[in-house]
């Protein structure tokens, strides 16, 4: 999967954990799917998966990685990506605008990664199929990138990487579970929460000013294909200013994700936070534990993991020079579970269990 600020990578078996020890639980509603990693993870151990995302490149992954189903689609998937990789390159919108004005792919990728995805836009693919060969472009790019793993900005030297030849591959495809069909949804968060209803909720909202529109906007353009008008060194969308949501705003967060949790329709809520975020401990166990009239119990997982590769190169100025000091090396990042009276009991011993397993510190709000 592609790199990604923010990527629950190294917390997965603590999250599957969690929504494994929900009781009875079958399906989860994952409202922030981003690279829909949780939403794979819970879809291999055969939970019916609805994914939500607004940005169009995570809604993609979202089709491929959760509603897409193997048996389905994965023969014709071949079929094309072999097409698709004897094609020879195609200069255009994309390798000017993101391997010359800018310096995120080199110009040999970027004309590869056109001409492929002129040659997708042409077929007029039904929407999974679609989405799982456009994945694998994406990945196939992600590979050769020169950047940190976000595309604020691009390395000042090109990237050892970023010199080998574009590769596409076969994503990593699930076949469909026996809970049921698994779906993948393009909505606003809160319209989602609204919308769809499953045992477990899975909320891993932004927490901070970083939109994942900004980071990843190259990764926007490749999939809606619509050549925007861009702006500054690098060239970012110019719905970057537009789009803007209340979870990366300091003064609205708060109150987004309380909007958030009145609208979810599931029995049990869980949660990804961090103390990067704008929101307080106190905050984001009060909030949960005001679910259901205020009769939800919470249970509260803690795990230290490295800061994103950025904070590890240091702060820098436009000419490359060391200019900062980074505050911090490593974050904590919160899991909380709540759950409704009837399963406390039930969720307090399995979650004891697993967090002596993964030696992790577990709290409880009574």
């Not at 574009?166 to 579970?177: F, S």
């Not at 970083?210 to 702006?231: G, K, T």
Request: aromatic share 8%.
């Amino acid at each position: 999967m592609i790199k990604y600020l923010g990527s629950k990578r190294t917390l997965l078996p603590w999250i599957t954990g969690l929504v494994r020890a929900v009781p009875g639980a079958a399906s989860v509603a994952d409202l922030f799917s981003g690279t829909a990693r949780v939403g794979h993870a819970l879809k291999q151990l055969g939970f019916r998966v609805l994914a939500n995302d607004h940005n169009s490149y995570a809604l993609a992954i979202a089709r491929c990685y959760v509603e897409a189903d193997r048996e389905r689609v994965a023969a014709d998937a071949e079929r094309l990506l072999a097409e698709f990789r004897r094609l020879p390159g195609e200069a255009g919108w994309f390798t000017d605008t993101y391997c010359i004005r800018s310096r995120f792919i080199q110009p040999h990728n970027g004309e590869r990664i056109e001409a492929i995805r002129n040659a997708i836009a042409r077929k007029s693919l039904e929407p999974l199929l679609e989405a799982v060969v456009l994945v694998s472009l994406m990945e196939a790019a992600d590979r050769v990138d020169s950047t940190t793993g976000v595309q604020m900005a691009y390395l000042k030297q090109w990237a050892p990487r970023s010199f080998r030849e574009l590769d596409l591959r076969l994503p990593d495809l699930v076949a469909r579970p026996a809970s049921g069909r698994c779906e993948a949804h393009g909505m606003d968060a809160l319209e989602a929460a609204t919308a769809l209803e499953a045992d477990v909720a899975y909320l891993d909202p932004p927490y901070n000013q970083h939109s994942y529109l900004r980071n990843y906007h190259v990764w926007e353009s490749l999939v809606r294909w619509d050549r925007p008008e861009v702006f500054g060194i690098a060239c970012k969308r110019t719905d970057c200013k537009e789009r803007n949501s209340p979870f990366n705003s300091r003064v609205r967060i708060a109150g987004a994700f309380g909007e958030l949790l009145r609208r979810v329709r599931a029995r049990a809520v869980v949660v990804s936070s961090s103390n990067e975020g704008w929101l307080s401990r106190e905050q984001v166990e009060s909030a949960l534990g005001g679910l259901w009239g205020g009769s939800a119990r919470v249970f509260s997982l803690g795990h230290d993991y490295r800061r994103y590769v950025g904070a590890q190169i240091g702060i820098h100025n436009p000419r490359g020079e060391r200019v900062g000091t980074v505050s911090h090396l490593r974050n904590r990042e919160h899991l909380d579970v709540a759950v409704q009276p009837g399963d406390a009991d039930a969720m307090a011993r399995a979650v004891r269990e697993f967090s002596d397993r993964a030696a992790l510190p577990l709290t409880h709000r009574a």
